[in-house]
T-cell receptor
């Protein structure tokens, strides 16, 4: 049973560029949440997708957008990259109901903006 | 709104000594509480979670935590530290209706001395 998988694992982008990160949730899970973890800090909630719609959103600008596909996989898009967007981006999957609300994290995508 | 405060950004113990990592939370609704461990360059691994059943929660690798509502605390303990316990530890809180949207503390780095 595959867990949460994320791609790419590492990438380097230039300021002003756009980036797309991808996430496949754990088998059977229907909800995907995205987090940003800056160096030396705890993860911060970006947004959550369920039934292909953004269900919850944290305090992040509109440059951060996402999408969920019918197979429950998800993408995180960041436009007009800033140096401060350099971070580990974590995807977490869960079931909307049941399972004691356990969430599973992927290994993350390391984004460096230069 | 929910928040987490982890007291002590760095904790150092000797191998075999008691591990105590402190976490205090704030929540306007009954919460779920979690402890995660993060090894260098890896994602988050769930150690244990409190979901309103027993207040003393046992997790993996010999860790346990006690939910104390009166003190709004959820401290993590392990009777005897092992070298492999050296890592970053995060406490997190969420609403019971949506664990996917968790609020994390800033983390505590645990160092284990031989």
């Amino acid at each position: 049973d595959a867990g949460v998988t994320q791609s790419p694992t590492h990438l380097i982008k230039t300021r002003g560029q756009q980036v797309t990160l991808r996430c496949s949730p754990k088998s059977g899970h229907d909800t995907v949440s995205w987090y940003q973890q800056a160096l030396g800090q705890g993860p911060q909630f970006i947004f959550q997708y369920y039934e292909e719609e953004e269900r919850q959103r944290g305090n992040f600008p509109d440059r951060f957008s996402g999408h969920q596909f019918p197979n429950y996989s998800s993408e995180l898009n960041v436009n007009a990259l800033l140096l401060g967007d350099s971070a580990l981006y974590l995807c977490a999957s869960s079931l909307a109901q049941g399972s004691g609300n356990t969430i599973y994290f992927g290994e993350g995508s390391w984004l460096t903006v230069v | 709104a929910q928040s987490v405060t982890q007291l002590g950004s760095h904790v150092s113990v000797s191998e075999g000594a008691l591990v105590l990592l402190r976490c205090n939370y704030s929540s306007s609704v009954p919460p779920y509480l979690f402890w995660y461990v993060q090894y260098p360059n890896q994602g988050l691994q769930l150690l244990l979670k409190y979901t309103s059943a027993a207040t003393l929660v046992k997790g993996i690798n010999g860790f346990e935590a006690e939910f104390k509502k009166s003190e709004t605390s959820f401290h993590l303990t392990k009777p005897s530290a092992h070298m492999s316990d050296a890592a970053e530890y995060f406490c997190a809180v969420s609403r019971r209706t949506n664990a996917g949207k968790s609020t994390f503390g800033d983390g505590t780095t645990l160092t284990v001395k031989p």
